[in-house]
T-cell receptor, first 109, second 116 residues
Framework: SQQGEEDPQALSIQEGENATMNCSYK?????LQWYRQNSGRGLVHLIL?????REKHSGRLRVTLDTSKKSSSLLITASRAADTASYFC?????????FGSGTQLTVLP | DAGVTQSPTHLIKTRGQQVTLRCSPK?????VSWYQQALGQGPQFIFQ???????QRGNFPDRFSGHQFPNYSSELNVNALLLGESALYIC???????????????FGDGTRLSIL
């Protein structure tokens, strides 16, 4: 079973716009991670936010974490066609990661 | 520096057959995890190997088994394949025995298994 759910399931935007994806999880966490997956490929780690952090930036990525609501969001600013992919949040321990069901992002040129 | 590599990339089997998938972790990594990803879904954790032993297991039947070799590479074996087990099987690795809870995993591109 999935730990959490991403929202929306699918998102289509124009190049240059911002994309926001949300993730909810069920159990307490040490950290929450976001991964990206291009079609038919493996997952690529984007960013990790610890449970004692509220916001983290990496390039065009901004992640927020609200442990009281058990939710996180991923913002991609100034999107590009190359950002088209599926995005997953994941939580758990070093021994086991539990993924959400993902958001399929399509960035139109 | 090679990342996580998996073989084969694609495989077709029939129901009831057995399959072995292989994974070489990223250089310097000693912990290997396996995931099953059905089409349109997130990856589901199968198990993790460290020091040649299975140390964590997800909700998968005993037909799913694995092995880790002294060079840290790993195999996933599935017996008596079911039609519903057509999926992308992805291997991930990390270092430090995976004890660093804040250490991201590195994923291979997976093996696409189709069961007819």
């Amino acid at each position: 079973s999935q730990q959490g759910e991403e929202d929306p399931q699918a998102l289509s935007i124009q190049e240059g716009e911002n994309a926001t994806m949300n993730c909810s999880y069920k159990t307490s966490i040490n950290n929450l991670q976001w991964y990206r997956q291009n079609s038919g490929r493996g997952l690529v780690h984007l960013i990790l936010i610890r449970s004692n952090e509220r916001e983290k930036h990496s390039g065009r990525l901004r992640v927020t974490l609200d442990t009281s609501k058990k939710s996180s969001s991923l913002l991609i600013t100034a999107s590009r066609a190359a950002d088209t992919a599926s995005y997953f949040c994941a939580s758990g321990s070093a021994r086991q990661l539990t993924f959400g069901s993902g958001t399929q992002l399509t960035v139109l040129p | 520096d090679a990342g996580v590599t998996q073989s084969p990339t694609h495989l077709i089997k029939t129901r009831g057959q057995q399959v072995t998938l292989r994974c070489s972790p990223k250089s310097g990594h000693d912990t290997v995890s396996w995931y099953q990803q059905a089409l349109g879904q997130g990856p589901q954790f199968i198990f993790q190997y460290y020091e040649e032993e299975e140390r964590q297991r997800g909700n998968f039947p005993d037909r799913f088994s694995g092995h880790q070799f002294p060079n840290y590479s790993s195999e996933l074996n599935v017996n008596a394949l079911l039609l519903g087990e057509s999926a992308l099987y992805i291997c991930a690795s990390c270092g430090g025995g995976g004890t660093g809870g804040n250490q991201p995993q590195h994923f291979g591109d997976g093996t696409r298994l189709s069961i007819l």
